[in-house]
């Protein structure tokens, strides 16, 4: 009786602890969302003439971006470039062409890349830019359906060469990360809607 008695705690133990299945969520079910997303560098000015490291940085900058869904593979991707401020009037998209945030959508919504090259300015002129990867999640109600919110976080950040901070002006040496959410698109600001564009259709 008592092995049995045992044995009935084990399966109950496993049955806890197994992991309940969970409704796929639709793959293209963020396509056009707007996040709005901070970033943050901390780090040292490199010296001229590499004579050393300097005073310590950490600029920052607020940009948002718009995912756009893509099909191919097993759930897509979805990838979006960042728009930034260049100075305090004009808000641009950072980056080359193809850079930005570009992820490889799973059947649970959460969204990995991996050594994405983002760029990230400021009014200021700050530049905080390098190779990062991150993680995007998609949250909707139980079926699945119906796309609720979706949070953004870096996962790893290491700045470039090009990464600048302006008022010295000098390079910064160190690192950096970024957070994003979710937000309608009436509260994205018009200059960065005016420079945005158009997102196609989901498919």
């Given at each position: 009786?008592?092995?049995?008695?045992?044995?009935?705690?084990?399966?109950?133990?496993?049955?806890?602890?197994?992991?309940?299945?969970?409704?796929?969520?639709?793959?293209?079910?963020?396509?056009?969302?707007?996040?709005?997303?901070?970033?943050?560098?901390?780090?040292?000015?490199?010296?001229?003439?590499?004579?050393?490291?300097?005073?310590?940085?950490?600029?920052?900058?607020?940009?948002?971006?718009?995912?756009?869904?893509?099909?191919?593979?097993?759930?897509?991707?979805?990838?979006?470039?960042?728009?930034?401020?260049?100075?305090?009037?004009?808000?641009?998209?950072?980056?080359?062409?193809?850079?930005?945030?570009?992820?490889?959508?799973?059947?649970?919504?959460?969204?990995?890349?991996?050594?994405?090259?983002?760029?990230?300015?400021?009014?200021?002129?700050?530049?905080?830019?390098?190779?990062?990867?991150?993680?995007?999640?998609?949250?909707?109600?139980?079926?699945?359906?119906?796309?609720?919110?979706?949070?953004?976080?870096?996962?790893?950040?290491?700045?470039?060469?090009?990464?600048?901070?302006?008022?010295?002006p000098a390079p910064i040496w160190g690192s950096f990360s970024f957070k994003g959410s979710s937000l309608p698109e009436t509260?994205?600001?018009?200059?960065?809607?005016?420079?945005?564009?158009?997102?196609?259709?989901?498919?």
């Amino acid at each position: 009786m008592a092995r049995l008695a045992v044995l009935s705690l084990v399966v109950v133990a496993l049955a806890a602890s197994a992991p309940r299945a969970q409704a796929q969520v639709q793959d293209n079910i963020a396509q056009c969302v707007w996040l709005k997303v901070k970033a943050k560098a901390a780090g040292l000015e490199v010296l001229a003439g590499d004579a050393g490291l300097g005073p310590k940085r950490g600029p920052a900058a607020t940009c948002y971006m718009q995912l756009v869904y893509s099909g191919g593979g097993t759930h897509g991707s979805y990838s979006a470039p960042f728009i930034c401020q260049s100075d305090f009037e004009t808000w641009e998209t950072t980056g080359m062409l193809g850079e930005g945030f570009t992820g490889k959508k799973l059947a649970d919504g959460n969204v990995v890349s991996l050594d994405n090259y983002v760029t990230f300015s400021n009014a200021a002129g700050d530049s905080i830019e390098g190779f990062s990867s991150a993680r995007l999640v998609i949250s909707t109600d139980k079926t699945g359906t119906v796309f609720k919110k979706a949070a953004l976080t870096s996962t790893s950040g290491e700045l470039s060469e090009s990464a600048l901070f302006n008022d010295t002006p000098a390079p910064i040496w160190g690192s950096f990360s970024f957070k994003g959410s979710s937000l309608p698109e009436t509260k994205v600001p018009p200059e960065v809607l005016a420079v945005a564009p158009a997102c196609p259709p989901a498919s």
